[in-house]
């Protein structure tokens, strides 16, 4: 039943967004209550209730991260201080202990995480997307919501991360850096993202994209001492460093999709010329990318780090899609290819997009 209602809620904003492919930005001071405000207000509400609906039963993660917020439930605080240092990413853990002291449930612990990550998606739905209900497709598609439903500590940290598009976009340093070392506090992972004020400030053009390559393909040839590197200087290498040791890797078909998704927003950002989009994002885009082919010939748990690379392809995308105002059917015919690809994706491959939601 899940499954379906996913997909029913992705047909009906599939069919908004080529109603409606483009739209005026709202600035932030514009009053409340607007047909816009609401309709992403309902959108980012129904996506709440599937988290607080969810059911602990949905995965293996939830159920070891269900255990461990009982366990510190009963557990005084003195005492869980004392072992600090024996918790992966202890902050996550402790803030935990602190809110079930309030006698709060793991399920409103668990939707408390996801409104940091609702919140982080409606603040770029709202005043970033030109496309609204095409980027929450492409979220609920391409695998960010499939996973936020399971790590929990790796969601915190997305959801947080979220909240840096203005600051790269902006150029803010010091508020960004700020930002990805509070995500950090709760998967230490995230601090590789301090390596996309660099890559997002490259100019966009084709020199930079080959550059990225070569740059890429070099660590991708020397990757593990650099991993080895980053765990000591992360302090998380007793936590993290088994995954060196492990030789599971990923399926092609994510550097297939990822790749063409790249290739589709290069190509719209250097054939059309548009003021709104923000082709600096295929830059992160083609991070990703080079993530998910280490994830394919080396180390399959990389897949989870390019995800922070690939939180804006929902901006990235519907970016490809719009045209100017004054050519809106080019913009329509566009989005409802992208669209119908989106949704036949979802319902061809459900394994690579929902990750079993059980709803309670």
Known sequence: MAYYFI???AIFLSLAAIYRPRRFFIP?????????RIGVMAVCLVLLL????????????LIGYSQSYDRNQKMEIGFFLGNFDQYKDPVYYFCGLLFSKLGFDFYAWKTLIALVLIAGLYRLLMYESINPALSVVVFLVLGLYGFSLSGLRQTAALGILLFT??????????RFIILVIVASLFHSTALIFLVAYPIYGLRFNWRNLVLLCVLGGAVLFSVTPIIRFYLEFSGTADIYGSYLQSDTTLSIS????SGCIWLFCVVNSFLGKDDYRDNHLTNLALISVLMRILAVVQFAEFFRVSMYFSLFDLLMISDACSCKWG?????????FGVAAILCLYYFVSPNGNIVNLVFR
């Open 28 to 36: 932030k001071k514009k009053p409340f209550l607007t047909k816009e």
């Open 327 to 335: 050519n809106k059917s080019l913009a329509q015919v566009k989005t």
């Open 50 to 61: 599937t988290y607080f609906f969810q059911d602990v039963s949905s995965n293996g993660d």
């Open 7 to 9: 997909g029913g809620f």
């Open 254 to 257: 994510g550097i297939i999709i």
């Open 165 to 174: 598009y203005p600051y790269l976009k902006g150029r803010h340093f010091f």
